[in-house]
């Protein structure tokens, strides 16, 4: 009789029978690195085996699918370019033609003997044919077929070396051995409640369904699980929160008023509202935490201005603290004229300003000189004191990690603490996403701004690009030209933004260009911004150094090159530089290779959308929430199962229970809220970082 083997969930998957070192590595590159990792693996689709024709039965314009063994692989030259990768598939009925154009990832993909399953069009080219189907490595074993004939195929997200069925029979031996080592996390009455399976019922049918419905059943119920406690953790920490002590700061009008008539246009009724929100919050004596979300140009940094002189009203200082050292000294140039006519002293602190002068800064910071502090991750460092922060700001809050976002919040005590996001999105979803804050949405733009057209072109093109740049700037306008790299890439085959200043240089002799990136010492950015501002360099050839914080009214062209290089929300951000005038204003991107379809289809939706809002639901289907929302930070349930847009009706269900279930029962004392407090301890360490969160 054969010894049945020993295995545990934190059991690492190369003892799994089969596995073993080697291919335990391919795992790895999955994220499973033990048997619960394995369980936890949620296939990317399913296929559903019935629906599988023998090749026989393929008739010609029919979208099908069937399970083959490759017997022939063919690379041959296209007549044009590129190569065509030929498979001829069999299985015991028949043979058909696979095919597929310009792939060369494919050459070395295949190997005679493979399973595969394929789905797509049936044409017909002297025999029957699939063009550039749809396709998954199976297994190379006889016995493959029969051993998932009549059941609903699992596809996992696979990696070089392994296959479907490496991962479907580790997971079947795991399931047999460990399912019964899974606890329940959720209480059996919002199971029942929200019709969702057992846990281990649901692990079960997530790999080995019976029925189609039996898988989506078992996705909802992790899905749910992922954001029930996302959502748990925010509705404690606002709880935890809500009871802190603050310190109320009442606005006066000392500042804030003298503030207001000193700017040149009139605040929107958006704005306007916004300000009564925070000096509402700012007023009681608990801390504030709002988030305040607004489309670029909208018209955060003046109530950000605004919001810091209520605390230097009060007699307390403010902290600025922004992803970039540009940003920053924007900021501090931007506003010192104002700050200086009404008598408030600012500061400017990042890691480029060094020596007597930084000295001076955390002198001026530490005695209470300094009120009003502008800065990057300079501010968190060591050594950093303020005499008394009454309020933290932090800019395009998911550039920052939790961990410095938290560092500048304890530079005080319990500081009234305000976040700034341009990249925004729709209230709902963001009343879930950032539970434990108030949220402000600015949803106008400033009255007087000129319309920003945005146009895609290719390098062939760029000659006529360049003539129309040359008749905007004889108007007396001003142009951004953006390149994604300091110094030139031979591997990505992109030109660097030296190289870009040549060559505009050459091509517009006739105007003053100037050169700004990262590498720029502080003095020589702000000398550089400065004539920029004052309209005596024209074009500004730059890095993306300059995609938030710059404000050039006059500046009405932004010249995007390798623009398949940028996400939506950057690409946003940089459009977002232009159109601050009156004048119309032209956003032009111009493509110098052969791009995806993918990478087309996103830059032609920029050419067409100039919503915010919109760029950033699309960006992230396209790119995931974890990227666009700066959500993977410790402290928090990772949301990886989940989409946030086609999972809405889940992610609300989850939240309106946890908020209930804390709203009832804060501490989790109750017997039927055990089995959460059980789970939750592992991130009970992390659940004071979600203030900043």
């Known amino acids: ?63 099908a699918t069937v399970i083959g063994r490759i017997h022939l692989i063919e690379i041959k030259k296209a007549v044009r370019r590129g190569e065509i ?54 297994g190379d074993e006889e016995s493959i077929p029969e051993t998932i004939s009549g059941t609903i195929i699992p596809i996992y997200p696979l990696t070089e070396g392994l296959s479907i069925w490496d991962i479907r029979r580790a997971m079947n031996i795991a399931l047999e051995l460990c399912l019964d080592e ?51 953790a925010l509705a404690r920490r606002r709880l935890k929160v809500k009871s802190q002590e603050g310190v109320p700061l009442k606005k006066t009008g000392k500042l ?18 916004v300000i009564d929100e925070i000096t509402a919050d700012l007023a009681r004596p608990k801390p504030m935490n709002r988030l305040l979300q607004g489309d670029v140009g909208s018209g955060k940094t003046v109530i950000a201005l605004y919001t810091l002189l209520v605390a230097v009203e009060n007699d307390y200082q403010g902290a600025m603290m922004v992803p970039t050292e ?30 007597s002068t930084r000295e001076e800064v955390i002198k001026q910071i530490l005695n209470g000189e300094a009120k009003i502090v502008f800065g990057t991750h300079a501010l968190i460092e060591e050594g950093i004191n303020f005499k008394n922060l009454g309020l933290a700001i932090i800019d395009e809050q998911h550039r920052f990690g939790v961990m410095q976002r938290a560092a500048l919040v304890n530079k005080g005590i319990n500081p009234h603490f305000l976040v700034l996001s341009a990249t925004p999105i729709p209230r709902t979803l963001a009343l879930t996403l950032y539970g434990d804050l108030d949220i402000s949405t600015l949803t106008e733009k400033p009255a007087g701004r000129g319309e920003v057209i945005t146009k895609l072109y290719t390098e062939k093109e760029k000659l006529k690009v360049y003539q129309f ?22 591997k990505l085959e992109l030109k660097s933004v030296k190289e870009v200043y040549e060559e505009i240089q050459s091509v517009f002799s006739d105007f003053t260009v100037g050169l700004i990136h990262g590498r720029l010492n502080t003095q020589e950015r702000i000398n550089v911004m400065s004539e920029f501002r004052n309209g005596k360099i024209t074009i500004l050839v730059a890095t993306t150094v300059i995609e938030v914080g710059v404000d050039i009214p006059n500046a009405t062209i932004m010249l995007i090159l390798h623009p398949e290089r940028f996400g939506l929300a950057q690409l946003h951000q940089l459009r977002g530089r232009i159109g601050r005038g009156a004048e119309r204003s032209y956003c032009l991107l111009i493509l110098n290779k052969f791009v995806s379809p993918e990478t087309f289809e996103r830059l032609m939706f920029f050419e067409k959308n100039n919503d915010g809002f919109a760029l950033a639901r699309k960006d992230m289907q396209l790119r995931g929430p974890g990227e666009i929302l700066g959500k993977r930070q410790h402290g928090l349930p990772d949301i990886r199962i989940g989409d946030l847009e086609e999972d809405q009706e889940l992610l609300f269900l989850a939240r309106d229970d946890a908020f209930e279930i804390i709203n009832k029962d804060p501490e989790l004392r109750m017997t039927e809220h055990l089995p959460i407090r059980k789970y939750l301890k592992e991130f009970s360490a992390k659940e004071d970082l979600l203030r900043i969160g």
Request: with cysteine; aromatic share 12%; charged share 30%.
């Open 326 to 355: 540009i940003r920053a000294d924007q900021h501090y140039l931007n506003h010192i004229p104002v700050l200086e006519k009404i008598g408030v002293k600012s500061g400017l602190l990042t890691s480029s300003i060094k020596g």
């Open 182 to 232: 899974v606890v329940e996390t959720i209480p059996e009455y919002i199971l029942k409640k929200n019709e969702l399976p057992a846990m281990k019922k649901a692990l079960k049918d997530l790999h080995f369904p019976q029925t189609v419905n039996e898988a989506i059943k078992a996705r909802r119920r992790l899905v749910y699980d992922e954001f029930f406690f996302f959502e748990l």
């Open 85 to 138: 990768v030929n498979v001829l598939l069999r299985d015991e009925t028949g043979s058909v033609v696979l095919r597929w154009f310009n792939r060369p990832d494919l050459k070395n993909k295949f190997k005679i003997g493979d399973w595969l399953m394929v789905s797509g069009k049936v044409t017909f080219f002297y025999s029957k044919q699939f063009i550039n189907p749809i396709y998954e490595i199976i």
């Open 1 to 63: 009789m054969q010894k049945k083997q020993f295995l545990r969930l934190d059991s690492p998957v190369q003892y799994i029978k089969g596995i073993g070192p080697k291919k335990a590595s391919y795992f790895k590159k999955l994220n499973i690195e033990n048997v619960k990792d394995l369980l936890f693996l949620v296939p990317r689709r399913y296929l559903d085996y019935s629906n599988v024709l023998k090749i026989k039965d393929l008739k010609i314009n029919d979208e």
């Open 256 to 273: 804030t008023d003298l503030f207001l008539n000193s700017l040149n246009f009139e605040l929107t009724a958006g704005q306007k509202k």
């Open 469 to 490: 740049i040359h008749t905007e700037l004889l108007k007396g306008r001003q142009a951004f030209v953006v390149c994604p790299i300091i110094e030139k890439s031979e």
